[in-house]
T-cell receptor
Framework: EAGVAQSPRYKIIEKRQSVAFWCNPI?????LYWYQQILGQGPKLLIQ????????DSQLPKDRFSAERLKGVDSTLKIQPAKLEDSAVYLC????????????FGSGTRLTVV | GQQVMQIPQYQHVQEGEDFTTYCNSS?????IQWYKQRPGGHPVFLIQ?????EVKKQKRLTFQFGEAKKNSSLHITATQTTDVGTYFCAGRGGGTSYGKLTFGQGTILTVHP
């Protein structure tokens, strides 16, 4: 099966600019996650979708981050305006409804804010 | 909130030596997952443990889930250079089917040939 697709792979922006990331999960996976991974740390959940509804966005900085999953398939994560501390890898993952299966991660988008 | 701690942060071994990483949660978990992330790569799912005291093996890898379901370990026997990477545990809190996975900070394994 095809994996989780993410784009772009790399992005460099100046602080206060905006940026958007795109994710297409594995076909049939109802649950989609956006994680932020800062260098040297474990992934931190930003938002979790079940189909097109938000299940958990408690750690999403809502003053600057937004995410949507229209039609319950692909998703976009936006940052506006970006700060230096947003430099990280943004990972998208998806999972099936069976809890015995782990998450399948995409290759991520490496964001550098200068 | 739920916290998941891993030790050690780094481990350097000679090829052929064993390796163990430990994971501890501040709260009781419904299950725990382990992932491997190669340098420059993304996390790849290895295994999930659900039952108290569960032990699972994958070739040279042995995974354990503590009796209290608050800790876990991953042991690699006779490491190889292909084992290089960061190993993460991720704990799921008890309760709903959509309980959040909280990742530990990972253990970076370096294997010297």
């Amino acid at each position: 099966e095809a994996g989780v697709a993410q784009s772009p792979r790399y992005k460099i922006i100046e602080k206060r600019q905006s940026v958007a990331f795109w994710c297409n999960p594995i076909s049939g996976h109802a649950t989609l996650y956006w994680y932020q991974q800062i260098l040297g740390q474990g992934p931190k959940l930003l938002i979790q979708f079940q189909n097109n509804g938000v299940v958990d966005d408690s750690q999403l900085p809502k003053d600057r981050f937004s995410a949507e999953r229209l039609k319950g398939v692909d998703s976009t994560l936006k940052i506006q305006p970006a700060k230096l501390e947003d430099s990280a890898v943004y990972l998208c993952a998806s999972s099936s409804s069976r809890q015995s299966y782990g998450y399948t991660f995409g290759s991520g988008t490496r964001l550098t804010v200068v | 909130g739920q916290q998941v701690m891993q030790i050690p942060q780094y481990q350097h071994v000679q090829e052929g030596e064993d390796f163990t990483t430990y994971c501890n949660s501040s709260t009781t978990l419904s299950n725990i997952q382990w992932y491997k992330q190669r340098p420059g790569g993304h996390p790849v799912f290895l295994i999930q443990l659900v039952k108290s005291g569960e032990v699972k093996k994958q070739k040279r890898l042995t995974f354990q889930f503590g009796e209290a379901k608050k800790n876990s370990s991953l042991h690699i026997t006779a490491t190889q250079t292909t084992d290089v990477g960061t190993y993460f545990c991720a704990g799921r809190g008890g309760g709903t089917s959509y309980g959040k996975l909280t990742f530990g900070q990972g253990t970076i394994l370096t294997v010297h040939p």
